[in-house]
């Protein structure tokens, strides 16, 4: 069961070819002040395990959240476009890190977690090249204001890490992580 309303992280799942269902969790998202990036991607992805894994008590649940962390401050959705373009002219011509944090939920009810990070380097951005992607709209329901599987790959200079940590579920550790616990069961 994947905990999410996300159709990235949908599709990212269904790259492992496990059947699974999806159940949105409306878990609250905020973060305590003082949290460290790694600390709170795994409290968030938790209550979205939490939220969700008592209406399917049998079900292997995961859960995952992402932020964007840039000179220690955390970037998490932009409410407006102009916090979406703050969020870009601060990410403009620097190294940033995207925390994703992961949660599963056994059927016998215990939850681990984990977080993975990436360092992404975006070029240098001028105001309108920004201002046109605002445009799009796609930056105003992703971490960071950005979604690097979209447009704003152009603004990508150099990853290190897991390109899909940054789309919002680490695949290759996740599965990992499942089958260390038990699924696909036999």
Do not use: N
Not at 58 to 67: F, H, M, Q
Not at 113 to 122: H, L
């Amino acid at each position: 069961m994947l905990a999410s309303r996300s159709p990235r992280r949908r599709q990212i799942l269904e790259l492992a070819g496990w059947p699974f269902d999806v159940q949105e969790s409306h878990a609250d998202e905020t973060i305590p002040p003082g949290t460290p990036p790694d600390e709170a991607v795994q409290l968030l992805a938790r209550r979205k395990v939490e939220a969700v894994m008592s209406s399917f008590p049998d079900a292997y649940v995961l859960g995952a959240d992402t932020i964007v962390v840039c000179d220690g401050r955390l970037l998490g959705k932009p409410r407006t476009e102009e916090e979406a373009f703050a969020m870009l002219r601060q990410l403009s011509g620097r190294t940033h890190d995207v925390w994703t944090g992961v949660a599963i939920a056994l059927p016998q009810g215990s939850i681990t977690s984990f977080a993975e990070k990436t360092a992404v380097t975006f070029w240098e951005l001028d105001d309108e090249e920004i201002a046109a992607y605002i445009a799009t709209g796609e930056p105003m329901d992703k971490a960071g204001a950005y979604g690097i599987q979209g447009r704003a790959a152009l603004f990508v200079k150099r990853i290190e890490g897991d390109y899909l940590t940054v789309v919002g579920l680490p695949l290759s550790r996740t599965v990992r992580e499942l089958r260390r616990l038990g699924w696909p069961p036999a």
